[in-house]
């Protein structure tokens, strides 16, 4: 009786927004002061430099600059 009181689970499949990019394009955007860190996707045909973008910090909560860095 014990044997049948394990009950099996359905798989269930767990997606990150991470997963449906493409990992081509994507780049990570942090700023220093934080450590805060931002995905994004640029398109490498168009834009040479790196990104700068302004997004909101929630710790500082203001708006601060973000650079493209490193994976």
Do not use: A, C
Request: glycine share 2%.
């Amino acid at each position: 009786m014990e044997e049948n009181s394990l009950k099996i689970l359905p798989k269930i499949k767990f997606y990150s927004n991470l997963s449906h990019m493409s990992q081509d394009n994507l780049i990570q955007l942090k700023n220093k002061d934080t450590g805060e860190v931002y995905w994004s996707r640029r398109n490498k045909k168009i834009t040479d430099t790196k990104l700068e973008l302004k997004k909101f910090s929630k710790k500082l909560k203001k708006y601060i600059t973000f650079k493209q860095t490193k994976k």
